[in-house]
């Protein structure tokens, strides 16, 4: 069984920084992509950041500059915890939002794809 432990998030003034992190362990074979997603209470789900296989980054358009995403999910460690970290910067009252692990991944032979359970990120303005 995967397992996806996140911490991190809480409460700053704007301008702020936070750091969250995310480690998924449980016999990963392969990790395609690994990250985070954010969603308010009237909003869809949007992508924040991610790693893909190879090492490649991908930020949404409202936080490049500003957050920074980072770990070693793109090498997968089969026996080890594969982690990512989010680096937020210059923290905003947008940035308010329930923050989601995510990862797609190969595990005997099957794509799965698993959720954290959440974690509050509040910005005060």
């Known amino acids: 069984q995967v397992q996806l432990v996140e911490s991190g998030g809480g409460l700053v003034q704007a301008g702020g920084s936070l750091r969250l992190s995310c480690t998924a362990s449980g016999g990963i074979d392969r990790i395609h992509a690994m990250g985070w997603y954010r969603q308010g209470p009237r909003d869809e789900r949007e992508m924040v950041a991610l790693i893909t296989e190879g090492g490649r980054t991908v930020y949404s358009d409202s936080v490049k500059g500003r957050f920074t995403i980072s770990g070693n999910a793109a090498d997968t460690n089969y026996n080890a915890e594969n982690t990512v970290f989010l680096q937020m910067n210059s923290l905003k009252a947008e940035d308010t939002d329930v923050y989601f692990c995510?990862?797609?991944?190969?595990?005997?032979?099957?794509?799965?794809?698993?959720w954290g359970q959440g974690t509050q990120v509040t910005v005060s303005s």
């Open positions: 995510n990862i797609n991944l190969d595990r005997n032979r099957v794509n799965l794809e698993y």
